[in-house]
């Protein structure tokens, strides 16, 4: 991808309304300033890469097939507004899962890298400096830990995270209101 072009979603909250474990498609709303950030974001020739925690496979409240469908049809929805998804990724363990096979310390569970660097290696690119979208703190602290900058929303919990923010959390760059907001405050200010 040229100049590193590359911006990292979070999807519950930041993309999608929140509504809990999402365990169906039918479940899936966008979020009214989804389709015109996600299009400014391509138009600008930003590689989008989702990168989602979804624990609900490691509790045993829906399949990781069912999860790969609403993930499809996520992308499915967007692509029909001809918004382009460079990669999505997920990650289904969890330390305290309840499915034997996903009962994993891993390296894919933001805050932790695995899902930003599996981008880097197939899209051949940096975080280092890229910004993480997403409605929790452990968005900004996933941004901190690639070397990148945060912005927290306040769609899905992110009213509740941003009132944790102290001085020694991994701290947004910017609080949008919601995921157009913050794409509006980048390119106004000349970071797109
Ligand atoms: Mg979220």
Not at 152 to 175: D, F
């Amino acid at each position: 991808m040229p100049d590193n072009k590359i911006i990292f979603l979070d999807r519950d909250g930041t993309i999608n309304k929140e509504d809990g474990y999402i365990t169906k498609v039918g479940q899936l709303e966008l979020y009214r300033g989804t389709v015109p950030a996600l299009r400014m974001l391509n138009e600008a020739g930003y590689g989008i890469v989702i990168v989602s925690n979804q624990a609900g496979v490691a509790k045993g409240l829906l399949t990781e097939s069912e999860l790969m469908k609403i993930n499809n049809a996520l992308l499915e929805m967007l692509g029909s507004e001809n918004i382009m998804v460079e990669r999505l990724y997920y990650c289904p363990h969890h330390p305290d899962a309840v499915i034997p096979e996903y009962k994993k310390d891993c390296e894919c569970r933001k805050p932790r890298t695995g899902m930003v660097q599996s981008a880097e290696k197939a899209l051949n690119v940096s975080a280092r400096g890229a910004y993480m979208i997403g409605d929790k703190l452990t968005d900004m602290e996933l941004a901190h830990n690639f070397g990148g900058k945060g912005i927290l929303l306040q769609t899905g919990y992110g009213k509740e995270e941003a009132r944790k923010i102290n001085s020694t959390a991994h701290n947004p760059v910017y609080i949008a209101g919601d995921i157009l907001d913050a794409v509006e405050w980048l390119k106004a200010n000349n970071k797109l």
